[in-house]
């Protein structure tokens, strides 16, 4: 492992965890959102927002930890990026929004040390995003 600026931190960061991106898979043509899976990682478009391919660097955490002893990370601060969830109905905001934070946590669990999370809240509605603000904070 190549040595490691100390303290060096990027704060800017996005993950997907795979069953955050399931979900979303799962529930695709139910929301009108186009789904293809490709050799590089899902590709969707969600009203005007294209996203990807998601590749292996955003979902894999060996293949992230990797990447950052390449690039002399030290560590990472992880959060959603588009499409984020405030296309979704509660319910499944709800379900994506705990899967979303729960992937955010197990990452961090696994490598406290390097992997930092961003939670993320279904600020299209209000009483989910208290819901959420309390059980993330757990």
Known sequence: MTALHPGSIDIH?????????????DNAAAYGIEWKNTENGPVFL????STGPVNKRYIDLDTRLAAMDEQRL??????LSQPLIYWAKDDLAQRL????????????????????GLATLPMQSVPLSVKEVARAAK
């Open 97 to 116: 929004t705990e899967s979303y934070n729960d992937g955010l946590t197990a990452a961090h669990e696994k490598h406290p040390k390097r992997l930092y």
């Open 13 to 25: 960061t996005h993950y997907f965890p795979e069953s955050f991106l399931k979900l979303i898979g």
């Open 46 to 49: 969600v009203g005007h927002v």
């Open 74 to 79: 030290e560590m990472h601060a992880m959060s």
